[in-house]
């Protein structure tokens, strides 16, 4: 069971980037999705996520309007397309998934049991 995220970079304000999450050794379909991010001397924060069962979705306040979460079962991958990027989205991304997570508890880090490794995003002019 291996989640593999993506597409990170380095990007001026105002740009945009695709991140992706793969997943290998079990099947997305059945699990809802999350990308959480870190900045330095921050703690791990939810940014998106979405759910299996009716691939409803979930923004944090700070990204509505800007950021994007689709999946493609087919692909066996979650992406977050990133517009409007600010300075303050500079951090480590993380995708996680889950059986079994609660809507309660959706942006609480250690209620999802797969990770990925992180994909660095950095905003800088």
């Known amino acids: 069971v291996q989640l593999q995220a993506s597409g990170g970079g380095l990007v001026q304000p105002g740009g945009s980037l695709r991140l992706s999450c793969l997943a290998s050794?079990?099947?997305?379909?059945?699990?809802?999705v999350a990308w959480f991010r870190q900045a330095p001397g921050k703690e791990r924060e939810g940014v998106s996520c979405?759910?299996?069962?009716?691939?409803?979705?979930y923004y944090a306040d700070s990204v509505k309007g800007r950021f994007t979460i689709s999946r493609d079962d087919a692909k066996n991958t979650v992406y977050l397309q990133m517009t409007s990027l600010k300075f303050e989205d500079t951090a480590v991304y993380y995708c996680?998934?889950?059986?079994?997570?609660?809507?309660?508890?959706?942006?609480?880090?250690?209620?999802?049991?797969?990770w990925g490794q992180g994909t660095q995003v950095t905003v800088s002019s």
């Open positions: 996680a998934a889950s059986a079994r997570v609660i809507a309660s508890q959706l942006g609480v880090p250690s209620s999802w049991e797969h």
């Open positions: 979405i759910v299996s069962r009716d691939g409803s979705t």
């Open positions: 050794g079990f099947s997305l379909e059945h699990y809802a």
